[in-house]
């Protein structure tokens, strides 16, 4: 991304987050109409530095992202949610972490619980593509510092939102 002559990484990252808040604004909530979603961890730094991504399975993006991973991270997500959202919610992937199965039975108790959706659910490929849109956006990012701004870029290239550029006037 900083690859254009002098683009600074930090500029680069203020950017991204800064379209990636106007553009979550200026649309209605991605956490209406929910029905399958999917949790996975993912690194974005050697080491176990992990940033926590929700999947809608139904739409094919990214609707939530943060920084950790763990019961706390999930609970965030799942406190975000109002109680018909929460309801709307019948089938929660991702892989065995026992994190998941306790966030699922404490918020969704009348939701099903699928393992790995990520790779083996239903063998939808366009999941599997999903998740590997996330890894390769995570190491196009690799220069930004901060990690909400690593997170606004997966939320513009994953997330589905509308970006819209000028065109110019004829």
């Known amino acids: 991304m900083s690859g254009f002559p002098h683009v600074a990484w930090r500029a680069a990252g203020d950017v991204a987050h800064r379209?990636?808040?106007?553009l979550k604004a200026s649309m209605p909530s991605p956490f209406d109409g929910?029905?399958?979603i999917g949790v996975d961890e993912t690194s974005y730094r050697k080491g176990h530095t992990c940033i926590t991504?929700?999947?809608d399975h139904e739409r094919?993006?990214?609707?939530w992202a943060h920084d950790g991973y763990g019961r706390d991270v999930f609970g965030l997500f799942?406190?975000?949610l109002t109680s018909e959202q929460r309801a709307s919610i019948r089938v929660v992937?991702?892989?065995g972490a026992r994190w998941i199965d306790s966030c699922v039975d404490q918020w969704h108790p009348n939701a099903e619980r699928v393992l790995d959706g990520f790779h083996i659910w239903i063998g939808n490929a366009r999941l599997e593509a999903s998740d590997n849109r996330i890894k390769v956006t995570i190491r196009m990012a690799c220069g930004f510092r901060h990690v909400g701004n690593l997170i606004?870029?997966?939320m513009l290239r994953c997330?589905?939102?509308?970006?819209?550029?000028p065109q110019p006037r004829t």
Do not use: K
């Open 78 to 80: 799942l406190q975000t």
């Open 152 to 154: 606004a870029l997966v």
């Open 34 to 36: 929910l029905h399958t």
């Open 159 to 165: 997330g589905g939102l509308d970006i819209r550029l």
């Open 60 to 63: 094919h993006r990214v609707i």
């Open 53 to 55: 991504v929700v999947v």
């Open 19 to 22: 379209v990636a808040e106007r």
């Open 93 to 95: 992937t991702g892989d």
